[in-house]
């Protein structure tokens, strides 16, 4: 698919159907906080969040005091629902940002980011210059020191999401492709169970970056 093809897909997933009937919807993320609060980052920490469409981890970042959040994504009806579900106090401790991964443009104005959190994103890209994009963005922002969460489907996860190929991963994928200067902290598979009853395998994976550390 072509980048303004992935954008009308992921605009029409949103419009077509609830955000918490999507396949990869959590009412609680779980394993995403506890790999946020694992990092041990301050609460003013800048945490960005790749793909986050209308993930129910804003919610809980905020309710924990978390005040310096981007949510990024490609699809602005994503976004949308985020906006208008956050209570309006909290809306100034967030920043929206819609941008494509493998197209950034304003993405790549923002520095010094504390933590790059992505579930459930970079699986979709299989082409490897869109991977390449990826991960060069994401060590152009991250800070010296700064936190990489990544959570994909591992290699005995579906082959197909919400009728796009994916690409799966294990940890050492993902350390060969962040590199030397990244070490990992923590990492494990984690069987998430979709609204519809069926079951995900996915690893989550928590790096730091020690470049001038």
Known sequence: MTEIEYKTYWEKVYHKTAFNQLGWFEEKAVPSLNLIQESGVAQHAKILNVGAGATTLMDDLLKLGYTNIIANDLSKAALDVLKNRLATTDLEKVIFMEDDLTNPKTLTQINEVDIWHDRAVLHFFIDEKDQNTYFKLLKKILKPGGFV???????????KCSGLEVFRYNDEMLQDRLGADFKLLNSFNYAYMMPSGSERSYVYTLFQNIRNV
């Open 149 to 159: 969460i990544i959570a994909v489907f591992n290699l005995k996860g579906a082959s």
